[in-house]
Each structure stands twice: as structure tokens, then as C-alpha cells.
């Protein structure tokens, strides 16, 4: 999988995390690594454009 595909795949469980029936630590756990791992990916995409 392409960096872009994993990126699009990662906005969307982090659309789907608030509704997953998840206890709200677990959400809130998997919001902060979903963000994180995006934001890794965003960066390194930039990155590597310039």
C-alpha cells in the first residue's frame, strides 16, 4: 500500500473510532495513535515532496 492510500485509510478509522462502541479511554487512546501515525505520514509526504 502507498503512503496516500494508508493515509486515507487512517482518516477513515479515525472517522469511524467515536463509533465503534469502544469504552472511552480505548477511543481516546485510539484517536491520539491514529492522529499520530497521520500526522507521521502527512510529514514524511511533505517531506519528500520538497
Do not use: Y
Not at 479515525?14 to 499520530?36: E, H, N, Q, Y
Amino acid at each position: 500500500m502507498s503512503k496516500p492510500s494508508i493515509l486515507m485509510l487512517i482518516g477513515i478509522l479515525t472517522i469511524i473510532v467515536p463509533f465503534s462502541g469502544l469504552p472511552a479511554s480505548a477511543r481516546a487512546f485510539m484517536t491520539v495513535v491514529l492522529g499520530a501515525i497521520a500526522f507521521g505520514i502527512g510529514l514524511s509526504l511533505r517531506t519528500r515532496s520538497e
